[in-house]
Every structure is written in C-alpha cells, then in structure tokens.
C-alpha cells in the first residue's frame, strides 16, 4: 500500500509535533509530482526560482509600496515590510497597517556583520523598523498612495510607547520603540495589534532568574541602554491617530501574531505563538470585551488538549519561582515550561476559519528534531467556544509533498485558505527544499470537487519571502508583502536579485496588491 505523506501522519495515529526524524525521512520519499487542479477555479503555476513575482494565470499585481518610498514630506516607508492590515475608512478608502521586521542590512544601513557599528548606522536602522500606517485610495481597481495624508506616519525604534503594566517594569512605564515587528492581529474595535518577535537582536536578552546578560546582534545597546524586558510584547494601535499601548497581559516572547475572536461570554480570546523551535501556544482572554489590557493568559499543552493558566495567584509552582505576575508576564517560556507546556515547532501565524471557528496555526519547521518541512495544526475548541479550557489538536496539511515551511495565512471571503512559506535564504534550493524552489503563496480550496489540494499561485523573487496577506474590506484584492529579496547578496555589487524595478537595481521589499479571479462565496 502507498501513503500519502498526510495519510501517514494519519496512519501513525499522532500529528507532527511526535514525529521525529525518521518519520520526516520515510515521508521525503514519496511521489513527488504536485497536486492536480482538477475541479479548483484557476491553474496554478509550477515551482520556479526566477527573480519575479510570479503569479498564476488571470492574476495581476501592482506595487503599493517600497522600502524608502516617501509617504509624507516627513516620513518613508520602512524596511522589510511583514504583516498587513486595512482598516476601512469608507468604500474607496483605507488605512494600511504595515509591519517593517528588521532593518535592511544590505541596501538600508550599508552594514555587514563583523563591520564597526555606528550610531548612524543604528539610527538609520531605529527609523526603518517598526510600522507605517499610509492612507490608500482606490481609483478604478488599483489601491493608490495619498500622500501627506494626515493619516501617513511612523512607529519605530524612537517611539515613546506606553508600557500597561500592573507595575513598572525595569524601573519605568515607556519603552523606546517597537521594533521586530513580524505578523499582528485585529482587535472587534478595529486597532491593530503589531508583534515584537525577534526582540533580542537589539538590546541583547537577561536570562532568569541569573540576569545574565545576552550580548544583541545588532547593537543598538552599544548607543542607547535600553532594558531587553522593554520589548518582545504585543503593541496595540489606533490606525486613525497613530496611539500606541504595549499590552503586557498577553505576555513577552517571541510574538508572531495576535488573533483575536470574540467568545460565546462577550469577551475576547487572542491567540499567539512563540516564533522559536520547542517553543509554545498562548491564549488570552480578556476581562472586558473593548480592551485588552486587562485579562488571563494561557498555555497550551497540545497532547492533552487542554489550556494552562499563567495566572501567578492560580499557580503554585509559578509562585515559588517568580515574585510576582508580571514577572510571569516577563518570563513565559521559563513560566510555561514549568507547567509542562507542549513545545513545537515554530508556532507562526494564526487565523481562524469563519466557518468553523477553528483555529488555524502554522508550525513552520524544528530542523533539529528532523521536522524540515513543518505543518499546519488544527485545534478544534469545544463546544466551539473560544474561551474553552480543552480542545482537540490533528494536522490539518502537513508539509514536503506540495510546499515546505508554512509561514503566514489568511482566509477569504469564500472562506478558503491562503498560505505562504517561509523557507531561509541558507536553505531555499538547496536540499531538502530543492524541488520547492522560491517561496510561495498557496490557495487550499474548503470545500468543494477541490477540496483540500494545494495550489501555487505565486512565487517569489530570489531571495525572498512572502507574508502578511491580508485581503482588501471589498475582497477584491490581496495585500501581499514580499520581503528581504537579494537578501544573500553579497555586497551591492554582486546581487542576486534585481526586483521590483529589474535592470541592475538593488532589491526592494515591497508590497503588491494582487487581483484575480477570486473564488465565490
């Protein structure tokens, strides 16, 4: 008889957070052609490595924006632009939330590892990151920058960013800026959630309970002291006026999204994931149903299906350990492993199935437990209630047949899945990932002749990843970030890509709106 790599997994009776190597091994060996199209509503395309933003046929994209594009006379769009979110203003007009993970190293500050740091170097790099909030106006079918719009303006590395904290934290209640910014959410209130993931790099890391001091990659700390328990939160912003809170409740890791639902009591359940390999799943849930600063978070031991909370006046073992609950909050991975949290692999984003309210999360890879080509995990709520304490968990699409490393979701309006990968640029094309070429973006039909087949319908340009999908109020268009492409260029003079602007450009990160021929609801 002949698996499937999903039947396989199915076979085994568990989901890929139990597999080890071998099972990832003996799955690489099967029948490699991709998936049929055969009953879906458009071809998709074939891998590809060429320096493009390829698309299937019927679709199109244009450039919203690129990394320096002025967006006022006083502010630029940012580097590295990730996650996505348009808050409508009317039929024709929204407010796009940008994130901007990480300085450009290679075109923004000019800086290559092992070269002196300079404070005009991190300043450059303090002002790219974080977020832009730009105002769009469509005119026909393509969304367009309005410039100097009262709406256009920065978050970044100097953003004074109050800290809502049972206490101050490091001696103070605002932080300096947001920075390593990767997926986010949106709240019922329609503000934007933007997540600090990879904080560490900046300010460096103090272990716990020691305060032993990580050294950062980047060195910002070299010109400004800034505290590393400053960063690695949840920031909640307000699209129209640009205000910013940092929600210290959800808690401090290496944030990828914050998903937000109401529950069945009129609260607000948010989930989150810790972007690190063994690292685990969160739940918030909030004491009101108009904020989230106040609330009770959780984590998942996902073989037992059931929700722990962080809670230091619930938890003995977090009491002996820690002195009070944002220390808690401080610390999750030290918190949720004492309480026996399931470690995974790489939790990323999250969404939710509007049809079934099930959550959604892709597990990108754990490459030192042979898990290279990740998953993406179902988790069922009982009762469908977001604020359950148990749930079911299985393997929704397990990848290393038709895609690799899964990354960043959303749904459309006809309810079915978008998915983009995220293999490294160390890795891409080379082996195991030969076959997968360039990252991609991924249409899984819900229902259906098609149902459950995995389409490609874009591949990136060299180098780069795609993420923050996000679809337009009206559905029409997908808001599509393509990120850090040419990032293994050597210098600016041996670059491996040329996009968007071809010739022999220096690469961009920007993000296109993609038409096309949209399943019907």
Request: glycine share 8%; charged share 25%; with cysteine.
């Amino acid at each position: 008889m002949s698996y499937s790599r999903r039947d396989f997994v199915k076979f085994l009776g568990g989901s890929t957070l139990a597999l080890g190597p071998a099972a990832f091994v003996a799955c690489q060996k099967e029948d490699e052609n991709k998936v049929s199209n055969a009953g879906a509503p458009f071809k998709g395309i074939d891998y590809t490595d060429a320096d493009d933003f390829v698309l299937a046929p019927g679709f199109e994209y244009d450039l919203v924006l690129s990394f320096k594009d002025k967006i006022s006379d006083k502010d630029s769009f940012g580097a590295n632009n990730d996650y996505t979110r348009p808050i409508a203003l009317n039929d024709k007009e929204l407010i796009l939330w940008v994130n901007h993970e990480y300085p450009d190293i290679l075109v923004g500050s000019r800086w290559t590892p092992g070269q002196e740091r300079t404070k005009e170097m991190i300043d450059h790099e303090r002002y790219s990151t974080g977020g832009s909030l730009v105002h769009l106006k469509k005119s026909g079918k393509k969304w367009q920058l309005v410039y100097n719009s009262q709406y256009n303006r920065r978050l970044n590395g100097n953003s004074k960013i109050p800290l809502v904290s049972d206490r101050p934290i490091e001696g103070s209640t605002v932080a300096e800026g947001t920075f390593a910014n990767c997926a986010g959410g949106v709240t019922p209130w329609q503000t934007v959630l933007t997540c600090e993931e990879n904080y560490h790099d900046y300010y460096g890391e103090r272990t716990f309970p020691e305060r032993k001091m990580i050294p950062s990659r980047l060195q910002w700390d070299k010109y400004y002291q800034n505290p590393p328990e400053h960063y690695g939160w949840v920031v909640e912003v307000n699209p129209k006026t640009g205000d910013a809170k940092k929600l210290t409740a959800l808690g401090r890791f290496s944030h990828e999204c914050a998903t937000c639902i109401p529950t069945n009591d009129g609260r607000v359940a948010v989930y989150s994931g810790d972007d690190k390999n063994d690292e685990f799943l969160y739940k918030f849930l909030s004491k009101k149903s108009d904020s989230l600063e106040e609330g009770e978070l959780f984590v998942a031991n996902v073989k037992e299906g059931k929700w722990m909370s962080l809670s230091w006046d619930k938890q003995p073992k977090l009491k002996e350990k820690f002195k009070d609950q944002t220390e808690v909050l401080i610390h999750c991975r030290e918190a949720g492993r004492l309480l026996g949290a399931t470690p995974l692999a790489r939790p990323e984003d999250i969404e939710i199935n509007p049809a079934t309210g099930d959550v959604f999360v892709c597990l990108t890879n754990n490459k030192p437990r042979g898990n290279f080509h990740g998953s993406i995990l179902k988790i069922s709520e009982s009762g469908r209630n977001h604020a359950s304490m148990i749930f079911k968990a299985e393997d929704f699409l397990v990848g290393g047949e038709d895609f690799s490393c899964p990354d960043n979701m959303a749904f459309d309006k006809a309810g079915n899945l978008w998915f983009a990968t995220d293999m490294s640029g160390n890795a891409m094309n080379k082996p195991p990932y030969s076959k997968f070429k360039n990252n991609g973006l991924y249409y899984v039909p819900m229902k259906g002749k098609a149902a459950g087949q995995v389409i490609q319908v874009a591949s990136a340009p060299k180098d780069a990843e795609l993420t923050g999908l996000s679809f337009s109020p009206d559905g029409e268009t997908l808001f599509v970030s393509v990120q850090h492409p040419g990032e293994k260029s050597k210098s600016l003079k041996e670059l491996t890509s040329h996009w968007p602007k071809g010739g022999s450009a220096e690469p961009l990160s920007s993000v296109v709106q993609i038409r096309g021929p949209w399943p019907k609801a």
